[in-house]
């Protein structure tokens, strides 16, 4: 099935991954897993991800005309 594992072996090892990380860290963990390898892919492939450039906004305060005498 997946090469020297057969089908018991990988629930036993996924039942112990669960139990080590639980079920929010494995959520968490496979969020990053996929995002490393599209990365990695991404970077294999030659594509660079094009951002819009950045702009610096300055908030400014309205000047204060009305001042009392």
Request: aromatic share 8%.
């Amino acid at each position: 099935m997946f090469g020297p594992f057969s089908g018991w072996e990988i629930l036993v090892i996924l039942v112990v991954v669960l139990l080590i990380f639980g079920p929010g860290r494995l959520g968490e963990l496979g969020k990053s897993l996929g995002e490393g390898i599209r990365n990695f892919k991404k970077a294999v492939s030659g594509e660079e991800e094009v951002s819009p450039p950045q702009t610096k906004v300055e908030n400014k305060k309205p000047e204060e005309n009305n001042k009392s005498a």
